[in-house]
Each structure stands twice: as C-alpha cells, then as structure tokens.
T-cell receptor, first 116, second 115 residues
Framework: AQKITQTQPGMFVQEKEAVTLDCTYDTSDPSYGLFWYKQPSSGEMIFLIYQGSYDQQNATEGRYSLNFQKARKSANLVISASQLGDSAMYFCAMRRPRGGYNKLIFGAGTRLAVHP | NAGVTQTPKFQVLKTGQSMTLQCAQDMNHNSMYWYRQDPGMGLRLIYYSASEGTTDKGEVPNGYNVSRLNKREFSLRLESAAPSQTSVYFC??????????????FGQGTRLTVV
C-alpha cells in the first residue's frame, strides 16, 4: 500500500534562513507524482510544487525546491530565505495512477514556525 | 472563477443526525475527492470519484456515503453522525488520466462538530 511519512511534527527556523521539511514515500509503482501543499492558519490548502517520478531534475518554484532522491524514496521540501509568512502546516502528498484515475494521498504534515 | 465551493462552512450535529456536505467545482475536472483532517493525522481520503457516476473508497470510508451527481458536484453524506466524525472536511478536484502533474484544488473546508 502506498504511504507518505513526514517525521517532523514541528520545525522552527529563523527568518531569512533555509529549512528542509522531510518526506518519505512508499510505492511499488514506477510512475507517480509528488506534491507539497501549504496550509496557513486560515485553513486553505495552497499548492507549492510538484515532482514527477520520471523527472530528471529536481523541481523548483521560486523559494521552494524539492530535493528528490528516488532511490531513497524521499522528496524533501527546501524553503530558502524563510519569511514570517511561511509559518504554516506543510503537507507532502503522492499521486499514482490506479485503475485509470489518480488517487492522492497525504502525509501527516509538519508545522513550521518562522521566528524573527 | 470560484474553483471548488463547499457548503456549509460550519456545522454542529447531534449524535445520530444525518447531513450532506455539498461540493461543486467549475474547472471541468474529472476527479473529485473528499478528505477529513484531524490533528496529527494530516488529510485522510474518505472517498474519491474518477468521473461522473463512479466512486471508490479511500482510507477511511466507514460511516460515509458519497454521490457524484454530475461532473461538477460530489456530495458526502453522514447517515448517522458520531462524535468520531468531528473533523474538518475538505473537498478537492483535479484532472486525471495520464496527467500526473496537475495539482488538486481544494475547497475552503467544512468544520463539523458532532456532540
């Protein structure tokens, strides 16, 4: 069965520093997609970044980058130059095709606090 | 562009009562999902639907039923609410098929309390 594991319930970082949020996954499918979402205190889910299992390069979106290590089945999110507005819950998610459609499964999340 | 719209935003039920959470999307997506979010457990998939007329169980389907009324709408029904169903419920939609890199879009959530 597919599974997403986020081992850090909470993290904190100083403003302007970089932080890495860990995510490991388990699947036997060769084709899958990995996503990171941000959930601020207001509750909405905000898509941040995507990495496909066949992508040769690590994904980047502005201050967000994904450290994808396929052999280790890890997809860590790196946030550079942290800002106070980055304080939020962060969820790693995986999608894989199954029966012709995509099932999206989430990890338990990591709460990030950015300190001034 | 409304995206994914969920109603209601808040609801308090008594144990044993029933209710339906409504969800509609205007992005012409094939797949729709219902999740529940509990502290320390992330988002857990309740049911999902690949297309109109099809539904399938997720990780935690017990106590819930769903209906994919048409391509736009996907409702979640609690037939006999229990305190264990107190949670925040999210509806989401996305493209499907061979398209892997399209993200899911989420509604604003429904905070449900069962007393």
């Amino acid at each position: 069965a597919q599974k997403i594991t986020q081992t850090q319930p909470g993290m904190f970082v100083q403003e302007k520093e970089a932080v890495t949020l860990d995510c490991t996954y388990d699947t036997s499918d060769p084709s899958y997609g990995l996503f990171w979402y941000k959930q601020p205190s207001s509750g909405e889910m905000i898509f941040l970044i995507y990495q496909g299992s066949y992508d040769q390069q690590n994904a980047t979106e502005g201050r967000y980058s994904l450290n994808f290590q396929k052999a280790r089945k890890s997809a860590n999110l790196v946030i550079s130059a942290s800002q106070l507005g980055d304080s939020a819950m962060y969820f790693c998610a995986m999608r894989r095709p199954r029966g012709g459609y995509n099932k999206l499964i989430f990890g338990a999340g990591t709460r990030l606090a950015v300190h001034p | 562009n409304a995206g994914v719209t969920q109603t209601p935003k808040f609801q308090v039920l008594k144990t044993g009562q029933s209710m339906t959470l409504q969800c509609a999307q205007d992005m012409n997506h094939n797949s729709m999902y219902w999740y529940r979010q509990d502290p320390g457990m992330g988002l857990r998939l309740i049911y999902y639907s690949a297309s109109e007329g099809t539904t399938d169980k997720g990780e935690v389907p017990n106590g819930y039923n769903v209906s994919r009324l048409n391509k736009r709408e996907f409702s979640l029904r609690l037939e006999s609410a229990a305190p264990s169903q107190t949670s925040v419920y999210f509806c989401a939609s996305s493209d499907t098929g061979s398209i892997m890199n399209t993200e899911a879009f989420f509604g604003q959530g429904t905070r449900l309390t069962v007393v």
